[in-house]
């Protein structure tokens, strides 16, 4: 259950001494064909780290024969120095491998503005090439932790007998930077780049972008697709599209459920909506209020807060007509006041609050957390 | 140094038992003219209290005669009957001083989704009717008081010898709910509402509306401007406007610096803006990172967070070309690494973040608190 279920794929993780803990913190996971189709999404911020410019110049070409990550340090906000080491670092694993660097990607998380080890990294990247094992897809895994407390991995077989696999990490919040998430997924299917970006957008649309657990967008965010063929099976389109969301769900819900500080998981649905946007912005709107997210931590079904959240949005609704139940009570009725919010069990983990706005037919799900003063701790430690 | 400094207002503050803990819950602000003059600037949420639609319908003659406070229930999402006792909440207050309901604003703070006990307001209304006096500003002030731990208020007088007074709640945490921010200025300048309009707006958009703890919007924020009249001076538009924008920057400091569970108190200057709106957009933008709010308040020059944060706008710069200073110290340079972080010194309460864009000429300064432990304990407590 990891990026080497999949045929074709060998991969590796190694402990470099980036990290000062000693822990693993160089991943590679190789495609050995016998294609080499790839795509990738990348952080929307405009603030990207140079690993990050690469890969998305890199994933443009449809094909990526390489994948090296390392935890520890982000290598953002590094300038040309910067850029010039991811280029080296690429340039490496092509010599090691046999390939052009235009075909390696680069992934990179930890702190920010801090030049990266590259003698440790690049010693750490031979280590791993001669480490590299079909078996390896869990070692990767492990490499790419930072705060996680556990490795994030899935797997799925497709009747047809093609397979996928994934790995992610992240979502938590980083000691001491970002909440970074990579994540790397392989098939054994064999489909064109043009097939694999659209399966991944419609993934990720729905997956890793309805997960939001500060609002803190990254600058090194980063999904990236393989795909080997070496299954020798050539989906529909739509066949695939459905494993991947599936896939990319699992990966989400693991990050969701190991969110540093976090206590709660919190779902936000969305019904009746105008359209999918607006439902997404009232999810989102929903999943970013402090406040919302305190009253959760704190185990009180606080509306009040939820409808003050909504109302901060431009989606299309009526003031006086939403309603609002939490796990399943419905404690506002048309903006006021509804069941007894008494009622509602806030004792569990998972949480789940359903909004209907009376406005349409659109509906969107995310997933967040609660806000505690874990969260806090975790992330006013001092960077260095 | 209140409400009741300017000539032609008499205040009061009584306890009518709506908090449990007796302490002072209603304030009446009278204006005794000659004019009654006014202008209000109320919550951009869509989901509006009932008060909150009240007033803004009153403010719309431009003449009030009276305020109506009440803290500890906000009177908000509680529907059509919610608005019936704001109705007969104003008819009251009209009764008493002779002037009609509809001249009466209405304004209350503390929990949502409860209806207001009238019976105790009603009463606590009579009481301060009976204890209006032309030095009742302070017992006003301390009444409309939440979790605020000390009332604001403020006073000015220009040469010409007309004054402002002021005061306010909020922007700390209610315990349980949002954070409601009241303000209410008197002047016994003689202006006409649609000049007092106007500087309102100006004050607001420069002051209040650059204040931002922790980017949550309530359903109850409200500002009302009473001009009396009473000092015979018309001051010029930009004089009063002038003055009006000093003494509600000195409210808006004051309610940052008494946020609740707040340690430090955060300016976010950024310069070398496309236009005001880009500046505004970017220094809101990290106010709001609950990871660079955290980092502040642990002491952290994370200088990393803020460009990640200032890379999620839309604003006009080039990703490579940020400057950031923390306490004076430029610790990044053009979007990379600058002088040693370690030469900040974060261990005072006030905290000046500078972020120059080198996209033109314009600036906005913002207030915020860092995020704590503190803050997240005091919103988590249960609401009943």
Redesign the interface.
């Known amino acids: 259950m990891s990026v080497t279920t999949p045929a074709g794929f060998r991969a590796a993780g190694v402990a470099s001494g980036i990290k000062e803990s000693g822990r693993p913190d160089v991943a590679l996971v190789v495609n050995d064909g016998p294609r080499s189709a790839a795509a990738a999404r990348v952080t929307?911020?405009?603030?990207?780290a140079a690993p990050v410019l690469w890969t998305e110049q890199v994933a443009r070409g449809g094909r990526i024969g390489a994948v090296v990550l390392n935890s520890g340090n982000?290598n953002?906000?590094?300038?040309p120095d910067?850029f010039a080491d991811v280029h080296h670092t690429a340039e490496l694993v092509g010599d090691l491998l046999g390939i052009g660097a235009a075909d390696v990607a680069v992934c990179s998380t930890g702190?920010?503005?801090?030049?990266l080890p590259t003698d440790r990294l690049f010693a750490g990247i031979r280590a791993a090439h001669a480490a590299l094992d079909p078996d390896g897809g869990p070692a990767a895994a492990e490499a790419i932790m930072t705060t996680d407390t556990v490795p994030k991995q899935v797997a799925r077989t497709a009747s047809s007998g093609w397979r996928l696999g994934g790995m992610a990490k992240g979502a938590g919040?980083l000691a001491?930077?970002?909440?970074t998430m990579l994540v790397v997924l392989t098939t054994d299917a064999d489909l064109e780049p043009h097939v694999l970006d659209a399966a991944l957008g419609a993934a990720t649309a729905v997956t890793f972008e309805r997960l939001d657990t500060?609002?803190?967008?990254?600058?090194n965010d980063t999904v990236v697709l393989l795909a080997s063929g070496a299954s020798g099976v050539r989906p529909e389109p739509e066949e695939f599209t459905a494993v991947l969301v599936d896939a990319c769900a699992d990966l989400a819900h693991q990050l969701a459920a190991d969110a540093e500080g976090a206590g709660k998981l919190i779902t936000v649905e969305v019904r009746g909506a105008a359209s999918e946007p607006d439902a997404v912005q009232v999810a989102r709107a929903v999943a970013?209020?402090?406040?919302v997210k305190?009253?959760i931590?704190?185990?009180?079904p606080?509306?009040?807060?939820i409808?003050?959240?909504?109302?901060?949005?431009t989606a299309r609704f009526e003031?006086?007509g939403?309603d609002v139940a939490i796990n399943g009570v419905q404690v506002?009725r048309?903006?006021?006041?509804g069941e007894d919010?008494?009622k509602v069990d806030l004792s569990g983990r998972d949480v789940t609050i359903t909004i209907e706005l009376h406005a349409g037919a659109a509906t969107a799900r995310l997933l967040t957390t609660d806000?505690?003063?874990a969260?806090?701790?975790?992330?006013?430690?001092?960077?260095?």
Do not use: F, Q
Request: glycine share 12%; charged share 20%; with cysteine.
């Open positions: 929307r911020n405009r603030i990207k982000a953002a906000c590094t300038g910067g702190i920010i503005g801090v030049r919040m001491p930077e970002l909440a500060d609002g803190c967008l990254s600058t970013r209020s402090n406040l305190c009253a931590g704190g185990g009180d606080n509306w009040g807060r409808l003050a959240a909504i109302g901060t949005t003031p006086d939403i506002c048309r903006s006021a006041i919010r008494a806000l505690t003063a969260y806090v701790h975790e992330n006013s430690a001092y960077s260095t």
